[in-house]
């Protein structure tokens, strides 16, 4: 967000005063529009509300804005002169379209982390900065000779990062494939993005975990689809419940992360595995697996997927880099029987003409390399002493409070508070505090539930983080 600079020579209402008026002349107030109170705008700028007032004058004095009592500051209908210019009303633009925005609980997180990087952030699924390998990578990129062709790739994505795939996926998840079998994606999300859009149509019935990551993606609902849930238990979802909504609602697909499941980091049980294979080979199903986290399963014994058991060829497998290397090199994979890789690498050809090369290259050299394996070691280590950390915390901080179970893997620990809590206070008060988390209405669940991500935060910020936490708590008075 945009904010004064305080060691300009120029006034900080003249500041304020040129911000708004490029904003109303890039239309994002078109005329008419009634601009945010004096009262709001000096907390979002951090200034006095008299300095507001003071730039609000200046546009009213050059004829762009028009205040009227009890009705509030508008843009002049004709703020450049006698003759009225229309300036398309962006703002119903962005509220249109069939994609939907994320959740509001979603974008309170960001704008929260925008305005203030120092809160200590629980919330984003991602590796922080010091488990990521950037040394290696860097050594990579400084001793390796990159093609000098710098054009479009492969629609499917580079040939020499999906031949390393072949190879990784036979070692590490127990997949036999080939590289005709492979789509690159910028990650497991435009993977989903591309099945929602291409492989399914609106009304279509698909099942998803409950709690899911799923749920928090709008795609789904952009997409038109309707949302059946499978509860999530210690073992994973149970494939018993597919029979009855196929036969109630003729799902059509199925959505599992069966290995450290996001939120709740439940690993789908042996039985359970080969019941869903069954019902689903049964009913002619396809599975969707997603599995971004196996390689972090802390004691190196990684649970192989459903995928890797699919004698049907029923399963379109996904996985990504995002979560066992670095989410910026936005490297993910999708495992599916070649007429579907052709139709999805269609169109994601028609959406971005395919990824950039060079993140392709480093991902296949990374994974050849003799760095990787060293960096799995040493992150699963890692997220072991965070998890630990983080337990060790909310027993402190917040003994006999929640209920939650140790997860061996993955970056989430999913705790359900004794009590009741309001998600959005709850949230409020704690960025208030200096903490974010997500609420476990995010992922469907009742209010009550929270996902602490203990791969974000620096180890020595665990501790206070959960110390701000429960002042929020014991400052909504929730008697936990």
Known sequence: MWKPDRDSNKPIYEQIADY???????????????????????????????????????????????SRTGSGTRVNKTKWGATPKHTPNWRRFAEGGNFLPNLPFLRRIREALIQNPTLIDFASGELSADLAPTKEIAELMNNYEYTSYLGYDNPQGSTLLRQALVEYLAKYRGIQTTESSILITSGSQQSLYLIT?????????????????????????????????????????????????????????????????????????????????????????????????????????????????????????????????????????????????ERLADARQQMDFGLSIIPQQVAGQFIKSSYFEPHLDRLRMELRFKRDLLIEALEQELPSAAQYTIPQGGLHLWCKFNNQINDSKLLDESIKKGVVFVPGSVYGSDSGFVRFTFARPKAEDIRLGISHFSKAIRELDLNV
């Open 20 to 66: 708004l008026e490029r904003r109303i002349s890039y239309g994002e107030f078109p005329p008419g529009s009634l601009l945010p109170s004096e009262r709001k705008l000096a907390e979002q700028l951090g200034v006095n509300r008299s300095t507001i007032i003071a730039a609000f004058a200046e546009l009213r004095s050059l004829g762009i804005i028009e």
């Open 197 to 341: 859009q291409c492989l399914l149509s609106p009304g279509d019935a698909v099942a998803i975990e409950d709690p899911s990551y799923c749920y928090s993606l709008p795609m789904f609902q952009s997409a038109g689809l309707r949302l059946f849930r499978l509860p999530v238990d210690a073992e994973g979802a149970q494939a018993e419940d597919i029979r009855a909504l196929y036969k109630k609602h003729r799902i059509k697909m199925l959505f599992l992360n069966p290995n450290y499941q996001n939120p709740t980091g439940a690993v789908l049980s042996d039985e359970r595995r080969k019941q869903f294979l069954d019902v689903t080979s049964e009913l002619g199903l396809p599975i969707v697996e997603d599995d971004p986290f196996s390689l972090t399963s802390y004691d190196g014994e990684a649970p192989l997927p459903l995928k890797a058991k699919d004698s049907a060829g029923a399963i379109l497998y996904i996985g990504s880099f995002s979560k066992i290397a670095a989410s910026g090199l936005r490297i993910g994979w999708m495992v599916a029987p070649h007429s579907i890789v």
